[in-house]
């Protein structure tokens, strides 16, 4: 910790955590957050043994226009409502750090939080264009990741060039808990429940 300073309005939004946890973090604009984003965060907590999962409400994806987003405080209460879960825990970090880009957020909470095993949790959806992101392949050596099977991108994701580049990397399914445990890079593929909803599907239906 050394160096590293914690000022008071960054402990208030950093939800609880303690050396030796494992927590998986799963980022997005959660405009609106829904039950695939819930879906998501229980795999994960089963299937790679995790103590938590944080969802990062963005303050905008720089992928996405933020046009007509709502304000982070009214989609933080929305996901707090759908998530309903002691082990999930809602943060709006990212905008206290002043951070919209994944390894900015990673390499900010890594030195905050010593002793921390991270894990960085996506769909398959977001996986298939994570080579858009910057400082894609930085971010894979900062932290282990989790891509967890959405409807419509399985093949494809496992095609793309961030597969491919981290072929290598990748972990046998069947050892998806012993993930945390592994160095980055290093990534697993989990095949599990699906749901079809997404944010933009229910934006366009107007929910």
């Known amino acids: 910790m050394a160096g590293v300073s914690l000022s008071p309005r960054f402990v208030r939004f950093l939800p609880p955590h303690g050396r030796g946890q494992r927590i998986g973090l799963l980022g997005g604009s959660f405009n609106p957050a829904h039950p695939a984003h819930r879906l998501i965060s229980l795999i994960a907590l089963r299937r790679l043994n995790l103590d938590a999962v ?7 994806n720089p992928l996405k226009s933020v046009k007509g987003l709502p304000a982070v405080a009214q989609r933080m209460q929305q996901a707090h409502r ?4 002691p082990k999930i825990h809602v943060t709006a970090l990212e905008s206290v750090l ?3 880009y994944t390894i ?4 900010h909470l890594r030195p905050r939080c010593p002793g921390v095993n991270f894990v960085w949790i996506m769909g398959s959806d977001n996986f298939l264009q994570f ?3 910057k400082q894609w392949p930085e971010i894979a050596a900062s932290v282990p990741m989790a891509v967890i099977d959405r409807p419509g991108t399985t093949l494809k994701s496992l095609h ?3 597969a491919h580049r981290f072929a290598s990397q990748r972990l046998p399914e069947q050892r998806a808990s012993g993930l945390l445990k592994r160095k980055a890079p290093a990534w697993v593929f989990l095949h599990d429940r699906r749901s079809a909803l997404s944010s933009t599907l229910l934006r366009l239906q107007g929910l």
């Open 131 to 133: 080579h858009h992101w």
């Open 98 to 100: 002043r951070t919209r």
């Open 104 to 107: 900015d957020t990673v390499q």
């Open 54 to 60: 944080w969802w990062l409400v963005t303050p905008g």
């Open 82 to 85: 759908l998530a309903n879960h």
């Open 160 to 162: 793309g060039r961030a």
